[in-house]
Every structure is written in C-alpha cells, then in structure tokens.
C-alpha cells in the first residue's frame, strides 16, 4: 500500500481578491476507472495474477546486514498482481487522466506564498493506499496602485507644489474606495500618511492592517510663457525671504560650508 504523491497547483489572485477572499474554480490532474477494463488494468477476458513474489502485498523484506527493509516488490512494482496481458486502453493501469474541476475557497487576507491545503486531491495511491494531497500555492499579482507589506498598503500619492505649499485636503484611494486627507501646509516630499484600519484583514489577525500614503511633490513640467514669468516672479520674492522660505535648504548651506571649509 502506497500513499499517493503531493499535487502543487499556483494561482494568481489580485490584491482585491487576496483581501475579500473568493471561492475559485481550479483544473486539476484527476483519474478515473478505466471501463472497458473495470479498473483491472487486464485485457477484457484475462484477469491478473496475484504476485508469487510479493504474495499480494507489493512490498518485500529485503536483508541488509542484521537490518530487515521493507521495499517496493520489484516484480510487481507495488501493485501487487501480474498483468500478463495488459488493457489496451490504459496500458494495464486501471485508471485514465482525466481533468477535474475542483472548487477551491481562498481565505480573506491571504498573501503571497501561502499555501491551502486540499486534501486526499493529490495523485492516487497504489494499491489501495490513501491519496495524496493537493497543494494551492498563492502568487500575489503586482497592484498598479498599492504594495502590501503584510497587512499594511503603502501607495505613492503625487501632489502639486503649490498643493503642497497651500495645504488642503485630498482624496487617497483606499481597497475599497477614497479617503480624504488633510495636507498640511509646507508639507514636504517624503511625508508619509498612515490611514489607521486603511490595510489588509490578515488570515489570523483580529485587526486590519494600516495604509501608508506617501506622499511626493512634483515639479510643474511643461510651463507655458506666463507660467515661467509668474514663478520667476515668485522666485525672486521668495529670495527676498532668504532662507526662512527654506525648511532644509538653510541647514544645508551650512553644511556645505563646513565641508569646502570656507
Ligand atoms: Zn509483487
Ligand atoms: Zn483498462
């Protein structure tokens, strides 16, 4: 008797899918019993023989030094019967590959490389041993919005300067939707907004996890004439603020001052 091998079966989910979960249907190897000839795998009108070797079972004591090991019968190959003359339909293997489809639930939360287990959907066993188990290993699509790391999203959020300058408020997008988020005034490139239970359910947790908005200014590209002369204008009144207009850009001149040694 022989327990049959382990399946492994990769599915794509989206992110979406990951955190809601889905009930999803899964094509798998499956086998079934070969009719014409009633799953003996013996041509119709034969039978098989029961293995002399093995005497049925499909294993044998085999003698290594003072240790009895059991092995595989090597005449009858596990099965234990002889099929002299084999069916032509399955080659003397009572089954046939046949595709299964096979419903399979994803769990809400869960993340790339994770695996569900179904069991008894592997290969079958030989002999009448237990089937094997079939595997559902979890690849993660990549998002065109969102990263997740473990239960927690982290987006990019692009700004305007002069959104970023001003203040005001802005919509995010979340999984399941908008949220709005009050930029503060100054608000620099690199500040980072956590949206509390914004995240990802996980499998075993009681909580979601957070989303992070990251948020970067962005340079206005593409100005036309008046644009260019408004913000020169801007510039050289910004100049005359000097450095207080400048939140890092201060502290900088005195670094670099300190480093050529002036
Ligand atoms: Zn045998
Ligand atoms: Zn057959």
């Known amino acids: 008797m022989f327990r049959g091998g382990d399946l492994s079966y990769a599915m794509e989910v989206t992110l979406e899918e990951a955190a809601a979960g889905k009930d999803a249907q899964i094509r798998i190897p499956g086998w079934e019993e070969c009719e014409p000839c009633d799953g003996t795998g013996a041509k119709k009108g034969t039978s098989a023989k029961t293995c002399g070797t093995c005497q049925g079972s499909g294993?044998?004591?085999?003698?290594?030094?003072?240790?009895?090991?059991?092995?595989?019968?090597?005449?009858c190959r596990g099965s234990g019967k002889i099929i002299s003359?084999?069916?032509?339909?399955c080659?003397?293997?009572?089954?046939?590959?046949?595709?299964?489809?096979?419903?399979?639930k994803?769990?809400?939360g869960i993340d790339d490389g994770m695996r569900i287990r179904s069991t008894g959907n592997g290969e079958p066993g030989t002999n009448g041993g237990p089937p094997g188990d079939l595997y559902i290993e979890i690849r993660l699509k990549k998002h065109e919005i969102f990263e997740r790391d473990g239960?927690?999203?982290?987006?990019?959020?692009?700004?305007?300067?002069?959104k970023a300058a001003l203040g005001g408020e802005i919509d995010v997008p979340t999984l399941n939707g908008k949220a709005a988020i009050d930029i503060p005034?100054?608000?620099?490139?690199?500040?980072?907004?956590?949206?509390?239970?914004?995240?990802?359910?996980?499998?075993?947790?009681?909580?979601?996890?957070?989303?992070?908005c990251h948020i970067t200014v962005e340079t206005p590209v593409k100005l036309t004439e008046h644009q260019r002369k408004l913000l020169k204008e801007f510039d050289e009144?910004?100049?005359?603020?000097?450095?207080?207009?400048?939140?890092?850009?201060?502290?900088?001149?005195?670094?670099?001052?300190?480093f050529f040694g002036a």
């Open 106 to 108: 994803i769990p809400a």
């Open 59 to 75: 294993t044998v004591q085999m003698r290594q030094g003072f240790f009895s090991v059991q092995q595989t019968c090597p005449h």
């Open 185 to 212: 005034e100054g608000t620099q490139t690199g500040k980072q907004f956590r949206l509390r239970g914004k995240g990802i359910k996980g499998v075993r947790a009681s909580y979601p996890g957070d989303l992070y």
């Open 85 to 89: 003359d084999p069916c032509p339909t």
């Open 91 to 104: 080659s003397g293997q009572g089954k046939l590959k046949k595709q299964k489809t096979l419903e399979v």
């Open 151 to 162: 239960d927690d999203l982290h987006c990019a959020v692009p700004i305007s300067f002069s």
């Open 237 to 258: 009144s910004l100049q005359k603020g000097g450095a207080k207009h400048m939140p890092t850009g201060n502290g900088w001149t005195d670094k670099l001052k300190g």
